[in-house]
């Protein structure tokens, strides 16, 4: 991505496998952790945890235009601009997420989700 290419699946497979394992990890010792992932695949998604799983899914929503401004505002970030039309070419919603509109400030967004996971 730093080169301007996007991920395939093959180099997604060993970073969605420790993530994996992390998860499992957590929800065995029962720690509360915040993970923040693109898991843009329901296949991604599967690999990650299991619908019986505790694992509450967040998705962070919002127009294309507003996520490539921030993203063209970021500085020495490995992801360029250029490559979020390959995200959203990927992205396969989810199902049974919260969703989050990222056009709201920081604060709002964390609101709404402690609201909807009291």
Partial sequence: MRH??????????????????????WLQTNTNVVLACSALKSSYRQILYQPSDPVKLVYLTGSFELIQQRLRQRQGHYMQAELLQSQVDALEEPEGALYADVAQSPAAIVEHIRQAFK
Avoid: E, K, N, T
């Fill in 4 to 25: 301007g290419m996007p991920l395939d699946d093959r180099d997604r497979s060993p970073w969605l496998l420790s993530l994996h394992h992390a998860i499992q990890f």
